[in-house]
Structure formats: C-alpha cells, structure tokens
C-alpha cells in the first residue's frame, strides 16, 4: 500500500434522528462508498433522545464532515447552527448540514428537491391543488416545492390552527378540489404498517396522486387504499435517493 494511501484522513458523515436503526441514509451512503471505493468515508447512525445531546456528540465525533438531519429534529435543530442557507431559511426547517475546518455548522434543506423531482414525472395539467398532510419540518419542505411547481397547498393536521384543516373536515368535496394528497408523517411506518392517516379513502379518484414520504413498507396503508380507488401512488424512495445525492453534492462543493 503506498504511503500516500496509508494517510489518506477518515472522513464521517452521519445521521441525527430519533429511534433511527432502520435507516435509509446509513444503508445508502455505506453502499455508495463501497461501490466507489471511498475506504476512507464512513456513514453512522446518531441516535438521541434530545437535541440537547447534539453540541456534546459534535465535541466528540473526530473527522465529522457532514450530517442528515431527520424526524423529530429538523427544525429543532436550527438554533445549534451558525447560519442556514437561503432555502433553508425560507423553509424554516434542516435536513442537511455542512461542517467546515473551522468547524462551522450550515444548514441546508435538500428535501425540497428531492421531493419536487420524484413528483414531477407524475404531474398532469388537472393536478393544481395539493393536500399535505402534517405540519412538521417534512412538511415545510414539500410546500416549498409545491410553491415552485407553482401547485396551491393546504396543511391537514390533527391540532389545526384557523388556516389549515382537520382531519375531520375533509369532504368529498375538498377532495374534488384536491387532487394531490401528500402524507408527510411517519404514520404507517415499519413496524406500524396497519396504520394509516385518518381519512375517508372512498374520495380519492383515478385523478388523484397520493404521496406517501414513508418507504418502508414499500406500500404503505395509505397508498395501497388511494390506489384501490384508482389513484396514481408513488413512496418516498426516489425522493430520498435524490436529497441524498443532493446531500452529497453539497458535502463535496
């Protein structure tokens, strides 16, 4: 082995979420470095309980590169940055963080693309308004990117304030005027995957797109039932796969 090689630094990225053993990032970054050879990239889990853990897991963490960000941390990470980028700002949420030399931390919101690139191919002229379901940092993401696709958007959660909907107010009607449903919360995710967000699944139409952020299962509840009424469905793989190289572009800029 040259003496060149032997040197070569240990870089680390990594992954700050809640109870995230099963993860998307970890898997796909570990398969990427094999594939290209990067021996020197390693790709870990950071699993807290509290954000509060962050500033003494950085202190500790040597050769630390880059870090996702996921459910529940992506806005409470904000005040533990030194600056945002332009589209994070505006989103109001992180996914994606930079560390410099001088150990500098920015944050970075590739959500938004990923999201507005897996939706895309599935957009026809009809499709104008979109419901998203939930209001966490997901959330925030997938509004910005309906905001470039130029597609109107309301929120649904289950704690409502005066400008978004309950749950319990969807009508066939508000369904008509909608015709995307996005689900931005974790409901229905491995192991829970009987579950479903509470909705009256006879009002979706063969001019429906449901959009489910969970991957894993492959077919949610959510999808399986849109889809039984005819709807367009697509999962949140591709979209993790494109902020994730997205991530990695921004690391490596």
Not at 9 to 28: A, P, V
Not at 74 to 103: C, F, H, M, Q, R
Not at 150 to 160: A, G, H
Not at 183 to 189: A, D, L
């Amino acid at each position: 082995m040259s003496k060149k090689k032997k040197n070569k630094k240990q870089i680390k990225f990594g992954l700050i979420g809640k109870n995230i053993n099963y993860s998307f990032s970890r898997k796909y970054f570990t398969e990427k470095f094999q594939l290209l050879h990067f021996d020197n990239c390693e790709y870990l889990n950071f699993d807290i309980q509290n954000i509060k853990e962050f500033p003494k897991l950085l202190s500790e963490i040597k050769g630390l590169k880059g870090l996702n960000v996921t459910i529940p941390y992506k806005e409470e990470i904000i005040p533990y940055l030194d600056k945002l980028s332009k589209n994070a700002k505006t989103i109001g949420a992180v996914n994606t963080i930079t560390i410099s030399k001088k150990k500098k931390l920015k944050g970075h919101n590739t959500d938004y693309y990923g999201f507005k690139k897996a939706i895309k191919p599935l957009l026809e002229d009809g499709h104008k308004r979109a419901l998203i379901l939930g209001t966490g940092g997901a959330s925030k993401a997938v509004a910005f990117a309906f905001k470039k696709l130029k597609i109107e958007y309301d929120f649904v959660s289950r704690t409502p304030n005066e400008f978004q909907f309950s749950y319990e107010e969807l009508t066939k009607d508000i369904f008509d005027e909608y015709q995307i449903i996005v689900n931005t919360t974790p409901i229905g995710t491995h192991p829970n995957v009987d579950n479903a967000p509470s909705l009256d699944y006879s009002f979706f139409s063969k001019n429906h797109i449901a959009f489910d952020l969970v991957y894993n299962p492959e077919e949610t509840t959510f999808l399986r039932k849109a889809k039984e009424q005819g709807a367009k469905t697509k999962n949140g793989y591709e979209m993790l796969v494109f902020q994730a190289e997205k991530a990695w572009s921004i690391w490596n800029g």
